[in-house]
């Protein structure tokens, strides 16, 4: 047990270390490139500190242990435990991380048409995904068709991201870097070959921790006699959303409100899609209680964060409501299991 929960620990660490080196490059990318924050923050932040909950499920599915229903339950846990997490905890914790200095009636300010767009592409996707559960599974061409909808919904999310960005960057909402290069505190040059460098070593952290995790939430799942269904949806998004978390979190309190929203919508946007498609066509998929109350309280929190998303931005108050979503969750899926 003991190895096990160092083992995750560890993990997590890692996770959290890569996470630095991946946002500290990832600014100086979007600037040296002459893009929206809206991009940086939706595209490039979003993919690329959602790889260890991509891996997770990927991993788990195609590359776990011998026992496939433990590799299902993994895989389909994280898939929805990932926006699960984003839409309801890391919001809440954005909020409270600058409760102190903008108070409960103060305003978040992401740029608007990005955090509009973001959001109504994942209650599209998400609704999609959910109505697949009630899918037979032997209907292999509806789930094919519904899966192939979803990748479809994310490559025109893109397209029409990147359509935006020129205007965004002629309109003020361009990628600035405030930091150096980590690599360049150890007199390496801060150029373009050293920012890719340093994107692959946080890359490569981010894709070991998620590998290592996958091992220590077997083992504890087996210890503990706890579903590893209900374990990956309770504590594999919560590591693996550590860079999104944090990542908001440091941009947040810079006043970064664009690039914060958007690590954290657009990681919704890329885990909505994308993920599901891989899950409906390689699992089970079906509604479970875990599943479907995680599905509905997921849709439930985006749904508010979207009808508060005005011109003026969210109010703080209404951020901190999606950590109640969680939190009913959690009541709702621990007496499920009692």
């Known amino acids: 047990m003991h190895e096990f929960v160092f083992e995750l620990v560890v993990m997590l660490l890692l996770i959290l270390v890569a996470a630095e080196l991946f946002t500290n490059a990832l600014e100086h ?34 590359a776990g242990g011998q026992n496939v229903n433990i590799n299902e339950e993994i895989g389909v ?9 984003l839409a309801t905890l890391s919001t809440c914790l954005m909020a409270l991380s600058i409760l102190g200095k903008r108070g409960a009636q ?18 599209i996707a998400f609704v999609l995904a959910a109505v697949a559960m009630y899918v037979p599974a032997d209907m292999r061409y509806v789930r094919a068709g519904i899966s192939m909808a979803l990748v479809l919904t994310y490559f025109i999310y893109i397209m029409l991201t990147l359509r935006a960005s020129s205007q965004l960057v002629e309109a003020g909402h361009g990628t600035e870097a405030e930091d150096q290069l980590f690599i360049q505190k150890l007199g390496l040059p801060g150029n373009m070959a050293m920012t890719v460098l340093q994107l692959l070593i946080a890359l490569a952290l981010l894709v070991t921790g998620a590998k290592g995790f996958i091992h220590g939430v077997e083992g504890v799942s087996h210890i503990l006699g706890v579903s590893a269904l209900l374990i990956s949806l309770l504590i594999i998004p919560i590591a693996t959303e550590l860079p999104e978390k944090v990542n908001s979190i440091l941009w947040i309190r810079k006043g970064k409100d664009t690039l ?15 993920l599901p498609a891989i899950g409906i066509m390689l699992t089970p998929w079906q509604p479970r209680i875990e599943v479907l109350s995680g599905t509905v309280i997921t849709l439930l929190a985006a749904l508010w964060l979207r009808m508060h998303a005005r011109t ?11 950590g109640a979503f969680y939190v009913t969750f959690l009541v709702v899926t621990l007496a499920g299991h009692a």
């Open 77 to 85: 846990g994280a898939i929805l435990g990932a926006p699960l997490m």
């Open 260 to 274: 914060a929203f958007g690590n954290i919508t657009g990681a919704m946007v890329f885990q909505g899609t994308l």
């Open 106 to 123: 103060g305003r978040v300010r992401p740029e608007h048409t990005g955090l509009v767009r973001d959001l109504n592409f994942f209650l």
């Open 29 to 62: 990318l979007g600037q040296a490139l002459k893009i929206s924050e809206g991009v940086t923050g939706s595209l490039f932040a979003a993919v690329g500190t959602a790889l260890p909950e991509t891996m997770v499920p990927l991993l788990a599915i195609l």
């Open 312 to 322: 003026d931005g969210l109010p703080v108050w209404a951020l901190l409501i999606n």
